[in-house]
């Protein structure tokens, strides 16, 4: 009954859910099919179609769920597989297919469902908007593809999705594409995402070629099953890396650049040009979470060649695993230090996504699947809520986005600041009642106990000081104080803010199933029985652990109140911060510079490399051709001038001595009948003397 | 060469030599009269009897008669200004010199190679009557059918044209 | 006289060439139509005297055909003269002229 986490004997029956699993990505994105169809005006049906659409596919989700969890709390393993050949070539298959396990069901659940809110919550933001139908077109198409990237079992299919995921969000950051801001940072996801999509698809390509099939779970001969694995882990790949070490680090490399990693994390705070429904559900919820859950999908591969101990319990890592962590320690400090100087509501948010994700990042790689997923669950919860409790915030201030003119809308927007508040609470990880608090500790805790390093830990225990911080900066700028604005503030309607409480109760609530008592959530994902215990909690070093992570998320707090309090600073005037170091304030305040370095390295190569090819281009191929046709045109004439002198003046002289030779022959023509007498009788007169002439003897 | 031979070889080529210098178109008319009458002679001196007296059927009384006409039908009684001969008449005398010194010489240079008959044939009209529907009966046929031709042809180009209505 | 020593045959010959020659040159020289046309006329006749002289003094004067071909000669020349008269007094109503020179419509 109770399997180990690292040897699986999947069930090879697909149950009825599991054939009718394609429908929960394809009904979307039919939906997104038929509202492109829609004119302008059909709001009220493209809304009902998406949303519709989406509530349907969270319907078979739950269905899924459902039946995974019966699956497991029956003991047996739930994946079930339902894959086909696309296409035949030469000896090779291209399979796609899907996959349904524990991971998928959680996943689909959260996708669904944080979606269907967002959906709804943007129906009454997109209101005035007059591109309505396609918003909810994109975000349809979005939701579908999102689906797909969860219950792909192909590599190739799942790739097809996550471009087009990436597609959806170009197209939804590009939304108001008139703003040139949002058109050059759409352009810029779009590039950025891009540069870490080769290196995924070079892993996928290098898989496919060494185990001969795409599909990751394949009844024991998938790509990530023991079978190619352990093949995989004994290639060797150059740079002391196995086969299977490249090969994850080329698909991390996707992960980096979708899921905003250093150092592709650029595009996503630039992402925030678009709409903030969109920035809830792609840069919070959901696409950025893609990184991640392929990270985790994958993890066999990552973690293949891990030495064990002799209970099985992992002893060491793997050098991918290692890279995962590093990047997303340092990715969690890197962006929680810019968060501390941003104005830009959104931003903020955004520099946190970031932030957040190098924990899950982290998490996967020093505690596994369970540890980071859970994270991510919870985040997606809290992100969604943060960010759909910014749209309202800037809603009711009428598009006022920057938080040093607002302030006091506690007292104005009371809703908005108790869903808010929740959410950072859950976000900072105040100890017990919030889901986040339980989410960064089993991180924590996995980091205090990695056997590589202690690095991760304490750069990761930081950010979780900067996280309460800054977040504690925002909401007294934005809500204590007094009001900074221009008019007055409103609350925004209700089918805003029943999506934002629905998300803070899930807040709070999610956090129950990871608790060391019940650690329910990663019992599911490791197919282990759950029990409650009280004794979770007696593990060695677990209390002293919460103990200083609530210390730190106090201290953090403590610091951003004594800093901005109650205050309220006017906008002209510098921050509280700044006012105190300065020296630190500025390098956050620019973004580390990250964004400079690459425009001096990346962009003006390029921009460089593209004057060369110009100058080529018009110079050198544009001249080759200029002169080519010059030669032609020089033949052209020299034909034209043989052509009127040689042969049209030779023809035409013809013509004028035939006529002037006819004029003269004609001129014996005189019409008078004595002159052609005259010329006959000469003519006898020849005749005959010729005549007589030749015939002399 | 008897005389009477000269006197009317002298009368014809007179009278041609007339016909064609004298100025008034009757003179001329009549001048080729009497060259007709001469070649008839001339036929008759030959022992062409028919033919002397078709020559005088013919030319004198209907080839002279028309030349008249026609002579009458023209204005021809009216001198041309300008002369009547054209610009141009020495070179046709040339030319008519040219010709017959071409055929003398012809004549001359060949007379030798003439077998000479002196009998007198004995021609009778019952002879040339048979002749002519026996073994020429073709020609006479497709003489008699020119002659209709020309007759009815004369006719019409010299008819008044009736004014066309348009 | 050249003729006193040639035979009787050469003297008519020769009498019709220079009958021919006379009519020719009053064809050519002479600016009226009719005139021409009567130049016509006597080359025809020479021409007959010639064949009825060949008739005369050649061998088998019997076969009658010299004299034929003068019968047919002289009818011809009749017909052609009947038509050419009646050709210029057609072309003296459209022209009003019989003078050879004014007439050269058929000019090429």
New interface residues.
């Given amino acids: 009954m109770i399997q180990e986490s690292t040897s699986f004997v999947p069930q090879f029956a697909a149950s009825s859910i599991t054939r009718l699993l394609w429908l929960i990505p394809a009904v979307p994105i039919v939906a997104a099919g038929f509202i492109a169809l829609l004119k302008q005006p059909h709001r009220k049906l493209a809304s009902a179609l998406a949303t519709g659409s989406l509530g349907f596919s969270l319907f078979l989700s739950l269905v899924a769920f459902v039946h995974v969890v019966s699956g497991w709390a029956h003991g047996s393993v739930v994946r079930e597989t339902v894959s086909f050949t696309w296409l035949h070539f030469g000896a090779s298959r291209v399979d796609l297919g899907w996959v349904l396990d524990p991971l998928a069901a959680i996943m689909l659940v959260m996708v669904s469902f944080v979606g269907l809110l967002i959906f709804i919550y943007s129906v009454g933001y997109m209101a005035h908007d007059e591109n309505f139908t396609r918003f909810f077109c994109f975000l349809s198409l979005f939701a579908g593809a999102m689906l797909g990237v969860v219950i792909s079992n192909s590599l190739l299919l799942l790739f097809m999705c996550w471009e087009i995921v990436g597609l959806t969000s170009y197209l939804l950051i590009g939304f108001w594409y008139q703003k040139p801001s949002a058109a050059a940072a759409a352009k810029k996801a779009f590039v950025t995402t891009r540069v870490g999509d080769i290196f995924f698809f070079l892993g996928i390509v290098w898989l496919f070629s060494s185990t001969g099939t795409l599909l990751l779970y394949n009844h024991g001969v998938g790509s990530i099953e023991p079978l190619s694995l352990a093949i995989l882990s004994t290639q060797h790949a150059g740079l002391g890396l196995s086969a299977a070490g490249a090969i994850a680090l080329l698909i991390f490399a996707g992960a980096v650049g979708k899921s905003g990693q250093l150092p592709l994390h650029v595009w996503l705070p630039d992402a925030m040009e678009g709409p903030t429904p969109v920035s809830a559900l792609i840069h919070a919820a959901t696409m950025v979470a893609a990184g991640v859950y392929l990270v985790a999908r994958v993890y066999p591969l990552m973690s293949a060649g891990m030495p064990l101990t002799a209970s099985g319990d992992p002893a060491g890592t793997t050098v991918a695993l290692t890279v995962v962590t590093w990047v997303g320690a340092a990715t969690a400090v890197f962006a929680a230090l810019i968060a501390i100087a941003q104005n830009d509501i959104k931003r903020i948010l955004a520099y946190s996504t970031v932030s957040q994700l190098g924990y899950m990042m982290a998490g996967l790689g020093v505690g596994g699947v369970a540890v980071g997923m859970f994270h991510l669950i919870t985040h997606a919860f809290f992100k969604a809520l943060l960010f759909l409790g910014a749209g309202s915030v800037i809603h009711g201030c009428h598009e006022e986005q920057d938080i040093r003119r607002m302030g006091g809308l506690k007292v104005d927007m009371p809703l908005t600041f108790i869903t808010y508040t929740i959410g950072m609470l859950a976000l900072c990880g105040f100890p017990i009642f919030f889901s986040g608090f339980w989410s960064k500790d089993g991180i924590l805790e996995a980091a205090q106990h990695w056997s590589v390093a202690k690095g991760p830990f304490y750069l990761l225990v930081f950010g979780a000081l900067l996280t309460a911080f800054y977040m504690t900066r925002q909401v007294c700028y934005v809500f204590l104080g007094y009001w900074r604005g221009h008019q007055a503030a409103h609350e925004s309607p209700k089918i805003m803010t029943v999506p934002l409480a629905i998300l803070a109760f899930f807040a709070i609530a999610l956090g129950v199933i990871g608790t060391p008592a019940w650690p329910w959530f990663r019992s599911f994902l490791e197919n282990r029985a759950a029990t409650f215990s009280w004794h979770g909690f007696a593990e060695p070093g677990l209390g002293l652990l919460m103990l200083s992570s609530s210390l730190v998320v106090f201290l953090g707090l403590g610091l951003g109140w004594r800093f901005y309090g109650n205050k309220s600073p006017r906008p002209e005037e510098p921050d509280a911060l700044e006012k105190s170091v300065p020296w630190l304030w500025a390098p956050p305040r620019d973004r580390l510079y990250v964004d400079e370095f690459y425009g001096v390295t990346v962009i003006a190569f390029y921009k460089w490399w593209a004057s060369v090819a110009d100058w080529l281009d018009r110079r050198v191929w544009g001249g080759i051709v200029a002169l080519v046709a010059w030669v032609f045109a020089l033949w052209a004439q020299l034909n034209r001038l043989l052509d009127i002198n040689w042969v049209d003046g030779g023809f035409d002289k013809t013509c004028e001595e035939l006529s002037e030779g006819g004029g003269l022959l004609a001129s014996i023509e005189s019409g008078r009948v004595?002159n052609y007498l005259?010329i006959l009788?000469?003519a006898?007169?020849a005749l005959?003397?010729i005549l007589?002439w030749s015939s002399r003897p | 060469?008897t005389p009477i031979?000269y006197l009317l070889?002298a009368l014809?080529?007179a009278g041609?030599?007339a016909?064609?210098?004298l100025k008034h178109?009757v003179h001329?008319?009549l001048a080729?009269t009497v060259?007709?009458a001469g070649?008839a002679l001339?036929?008759l001196q030959?022992?062409?009897q028919?033919?002397g007296f078709?020559?005088i059927l013919?030319?004198i009384g209907?080839?002279a008669i028309?030349?008249v006409?026609?002579?009458l039908?023209?204005?021809?009684s009216d001198l041309?200004k300008g002369?009547?001969?054209?610009?141009t008449?020495f070179?046709?005398?040339i030319?008519?010199?040219?010709?017959?010194a071409?055929?003398?010489?012809?004549?001359?240079?060949s007379?030798s190679a003439?077998?000479?008959?002196?009998t007198v044939?004995s021609?009778t009209v019952h002879?040339?009557g048979s002749?002519?529907v026996g073994r020429?009966v073709l020609?006479l046929e497709i003489?008699a059918l020119?002659?209709t031709a020309?007759?009815i042809?004369?006719?019409i180009?010299?008819m008044?044209e009736k004014a066309r209505p348009r | 006289m050249?003729?006193?020593m040639?035979?009787?045959?050469?003297?008519?010959?020769?009498?019709a060439?220079?009958?021919?020659?006379?009519?020719?040159?009053?064809a050519?020289?002479?600016?009226?139509a009719?005139?021409v046309?009567?130049?016509i006329?006597?080359m025809l006749?020479a021409a007959?005297?010639n064949l009825?002289?060949f008739?005369?003094?050649?061998?088998h004067?019997?076969a009658?055909t010299g004299?034929?071909f003068?019968?047919?000669s002289?009818?011809?020349?009749?017909?052609?003269?009947?038509?050419g008269?009646?050709?210029?007094?057609?072309i003296?109503?459209h022209t009003n002229t019989?003078?050879?020179?004014k007439i050269d419509r058929m000019k090429g």
């Fill in positions: 004595q005259r009788a000469v006898v007169v005959v003397v007589f | 060469m031979f070889a014809t080529l041609g030599l016909s064609v210098l178109l001329c008319a080729v060259a007709f070649l001339l036929f030959l022992d062409a028919f033919a078709a020559q013919v030319y209907a080839v028309l030349i006409f026609a002579i039908l023209t204005r021809g041309p002369g009547v001969f054209s610009k008449w070179l046709g005398l030319i008519a010199a040219a010709v017959f071409v055929m003398g010489w012809a004549v001359l240079a007379v003439i077998p000479q008959q002196n044939p021609v002879d040339i002749a002519l020429y020609p003489l020119l002659l020309a007759t042809g004369a006719v180009v010299a008044h | 050249t003729s006193m040639t035979t009787p045959l050469a003297g008519y010959l020769l009498v060439a220079l009958l021919f020659a006379i009519g020719l040159g009053g050519l020289v002479r600016r009226n009719i005139l046309l009567i130049g006329e006597l006749n007959n005297l009825i002289a008739w005369r003094y050649g061998p004067p019997e009658l004299m034929m003068a019968i047919f002289i009818a011809v020349a009749a017909a052609e003269a009947a038509v008269l009646g050709l210029v007094i057609a003296y109503r019989t003078e050879l020179d």
